[in-house]
């Protein structure tokens, strides 16, 4: 089954042409600036073109389409956008007549989904229910003839009429765009709503007018080109003999050619084997040369692996040296410190005993006989002093 691929961002972008660009951010923008209230529904949202550009300034947006790749266009395209942008909308896979909803809404947008319908008024009546009392459904659709193989309907400004007299629903505003033309409802009493007088009749005419137009310039186009191809046509037919005496003397040129190729060949086959004498005698010459510089190349490693078993040979030598020097300097090492520590040892053995014979010193002479002792001596220095 064949797909509705409704490429509606790259369109805003103008990836699909800046003609048809521009009208799509007019109906666009006109949706966007008559979007009433914060709480918004957009019923087949495609690839949230819309859904997002109305986020951006803080409505709080339910995108809603039966395309499964369209939501993640759109979701994706999401991504890129501001937090405060992503927290604003949401992109649900869903049939708007099978979705349910906790909450009402203050607008709701179908931006052409009901030409795709056959029966638009069962999505309006639902549309109807989830607005709030004072709410709005703004609709786009195709004006006039538009034979898209997806397209169920074509709408005139009856049709849209008649959906207004089918439910309870007042009409507050038309817009023709060339090949669309947009609509706002609403629920509210309002006190001038749209008159049918001239000036509509006007509009409206003007509206065919512009359609009218596009067909003749397309119908011009398409009539200069099939002059174009009829006069391209005509130059063949008047060119076609001579043509074919060309390919004649064409194909007259090739054969002598390869006569004339035939009549040589023997030479040339001499030449060829010539010339194969001689790159083969090349050939052997270069590989005597490169026999050569390989067996020098041969030589050198030799050469170069003696020279590394020499010097491994030194390091070797070198660590051993060194080995023995470290365990030589390690054992007079310890027998130095063997030494320090009996003098050490000694040292306190003397100290000890010093001190014993300090205790016995003191220990006499505090004693009764010590005192009486170093009197007698003091008294002998005394009188040996005056003698």
Same mark, same amino acid.
Request: glycine residues 4%; contains cysteine.
């Given at each position: 089954?064949? *797909? ?10 103008? %990836?699909?042409?800046? @003609? ?7 109906? /666009? ?5 008559? &979007?009433?209230?914060?709480? &918004? ?15 951006r ?5 339910i ?25 604003? &909308? ?5 049939n708007?007549?099978?979705? *349910?909803?906790?909450? $009402?809404?203050?607008? &709701? ?8 319908l056959f ?8 549309? =109807? %229910? ?7 459904? /703004? ?8 034979? #898209? ?50 000036? =509509? ?5 003007e509206?065919? #007018? ?8 397309? /119908?011009?186009?398409? $009539? ?29 040129? %090739?054969?002598?050619?390869? =006569? ?14 010539? %010339? ?10 270069? $590989? ?13 490693? @030799? ?18 040296? $060194? ?13 130095l *410190?063997?030494?320090?520590?009996? +003098? ?5 053995? +003397? ?11 003191? +220990? ?24």
């Amino acid at each position: 089954m064949k *797909k509705n691929l409704d490429m509606i961002t790259q369109a805003y972008f103008f %990836e699909l042409g800046k @003609e048809f660009g521009e009208q799509v951010r007019t109906r /666009i923008h006109w949706i966007c600036e008559r &979007v009433k209230g914060s709480r &918004v529904l957009d019923v087949g949202c495609s690839q949230g073109i819309t859904s997002i550009l109305l986020a951006r300034e803080g409505k709080r947006v339910i995108g809603l389409d039966i395309s499964e790749e369209a939501i993640e266009y759109a979701n994706n395209y999401l991504s890129n956008e501001s937090v405060f942008t992503q927290q604003n &909308v949401e992109f649900i896979h869903s049939n708007f007549t099978e979705q *349910k909803f906790d909450e $009402k809404f203050d607008t &709701v947008i179908f931006g052409e989904v009901l030409e795709h319908l056959f029966d638009p008024k069962m999505f309006m009546d639902k549309a =109807l %229910e989830l607005l709030d009392e004072d709410g709005r459904i /703004i609709v786009t659709v195709p004006f006039g003839i538009n034979d #898209y193989f997806d397209h169920k309907k074509t709408y005139y400004l009856y049709d849209l009429l008649q959906l207004m007299n089918d439910t309870d629903l007042v009409l507050a505003e038309i817009k023709f765009f060339g090949k669309w033309i947009g609509v706002v409802y609403t629920k509210e009493n309002i006190e001038v709503p749209i008159k049918f007088d001239l000036e =509509l009749l006007m509009k409206l005419e003007e509206s065919f #007018y512009q359609v009218e137009r596009q067909y003749l310039k397309t /119908i011009e186009k398409y $009539k200069n080109e099939i002059d174009s191809l009829r006069a391209a046509q005509k130059n063949n037919n008047d060119n076609l003999e001579l043509e074919k005496f060309i390919t004649q003397l064409a194909e007259m040129k %090739e054969a002598i050619n390869n =006569l004339s190729s035939k009549k040589f060949i023997g030479n040339e086959f001499l030449e060829a084997k010539n %010339e194969r004498y001689d790159l083969m005698k090349e050939f052997q010459d270069t $590989k005597q040369i490169l026999e050569g510089i390989l067996t020098s190349i041969h030589q050198e490693s @030799e050469k170069s692996n003696e020279r590394f078993s020499l010097v491994e040979n030194l390091y070797n030598s070198f660590l051993q040296y $060194k080995d023995a020097s470290l365990i030589n300097e390690k054992e007079s090492i310890i027998k130095l *410190k063997k030494e320090l520590q009996n +003098a050490y040892e000694a040292e306190e053995r +003397a100290l000890k005993q010093l001190k014993k014979i300090n205790e016995r010193y003191y +220990a006499l002479k505090n004693s009764k006989f010590g005192r009486i002792a170093t009197l007698y001596w003091r008294f002998r220095k005394k009188v040996g002093g005056r003698t």
